[in-house]
């Protein structure tokens, strides 16, 4: 592993606003100490929370939590070196709204109790078009994120493969979801 790879991981161990639990602690207690208390013991406020999964550097966690002060806002990834530029961002920001969480999106539930979350954003995820099972928007996944979605929860997705595109569609319209909006062309849309 790279030098610097290993310099952003023990700084990771370092920010506040990263959350990180090993892997045997979650089997060993089944969930994360913050199930259900993320706007208590995160960001002391009762603000709806948003989750950017898949996050990488977490660009949309903070450019939604620097334009909406008053929501919160949560970037997940398994991938701690991305995840550093984003949580480094947002220390130096002084941004209270906004925090990391490293781990796998299967492992949602034991992280958030059901109806912690408000909205999900899915930003330009791998299409996965060989892993049908790693796609983040297929029925196991979407089954994952109703378990911790409120009621009326919204999820979006934003996504440049059209491969992807396609097959969402596919699975909103096979799980009987409402789509709330579509475009294929965002740029060119009103
Ligand atoms: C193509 S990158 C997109 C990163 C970022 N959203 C962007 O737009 O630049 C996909 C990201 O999703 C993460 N990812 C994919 N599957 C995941 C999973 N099951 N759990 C956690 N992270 C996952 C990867 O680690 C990677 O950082």
Redesign the pocket.
Known sequence: MGKNKLKKFAEMETLPCVHQYPFADLKATGTCPLRGRWNEDVFHNSAPITL?????????AVGMGRTYPHRNFIG????GA?MWTGARQVCDEGLSNVAFLR????LLPHFFAPGEVSEIW?????PQMKKVN?R?TGTHFLEIYRQVLAPGGIIHL?TDSPFLYAYTTGMISHNSLPLIAATDDLYHSP
């Open positions: 950017e999964l898949g996050c990488g550097k977490g660009e949309y997940i990834d398994i991938k991305r781990t796998s999106i299967h899915i930003t330009f995820p791998d790693k983040l934003k």
